[in-house]
């Protein structure tokens, strides 16, 4: 499967709002507590901005936009990121779209000099926990402090420096 992968661009929010609120509301991630309510999926492309360490990108097949991921920085932490809002259409999953997305994130949590990336999910993604370990991201026993997502049950962290 041929696709792109691009920074998010103003044209690409309505799409990428339903992508994350329809992916999400199938595993249940519906509500405060979860990243497909954060007031900012209403309009990525103004939440993600190079100059304050963060960038989300989209996955483009044949001109439609068929899921994305970010990276931004979490909270107050200097050396520590967040990856944020990874979701994919079921049919654009299982062709290393995720994988080549979160690639990508990570190699701009490098650059911009990201020492950690956290993030936290739900226990029914089981495919993104898979790919999230093969990925070098470690289980952690609870979310790191002030994380916004009280409803996520997995909480993962990745040493950027490794």
């Not at 405060?32 to 209403?42: H, K, N, Q, R």
């Not at 990276?71 to 967040?82: K, M, R, T, V």
């Not at 944020?84 to 000099?113: D, H, M, N, R, Y």
């Amino acid at each position: 499967m041929i696709y792109q992968i691009l920074p998010i661009e103003a044209q690409h929010n309505t799409d990428i709002c339903q992508i994350i609120q329809q992916v999400g509301a199938q595993y249940g991630a519906v509500g405060e507590g979860f990243g497909p309510a954060d007031a900012e999926v209403l309009c990525m492309s103004q939440h993600y901005l190079t100059e304050q360490r963060s960038q989300y990108l989209v996955a483009i097949i044949a001109g439609k936009v068929v899921g994305g991921a970010g990276i931004a920085p979490f909270l107050h932490y200097s050396d520590i990121c967040e990856l944020k809002k990874l979701f994919l259409l079921p049919s654009s999953q299982g062709f290393g779209i995720g994988k080549a997305l979160t690639q990508a994130c990570l190699a701009f949590a490098v650059e911009q000099g990201y020492q950690q990336c956290y993030l936290d999910t739900l226990s029914s993604m089981q495919s993104a926990i898979s790919l999230y370990e093969q990925l070098g991201f470690t289980h952690l026993t609870q979310p790191l402090a002030g994380t916004l997502h009280g409803g996520c049950d997995v909480w993962m962290l990745k040493d950027l420096q490794a």
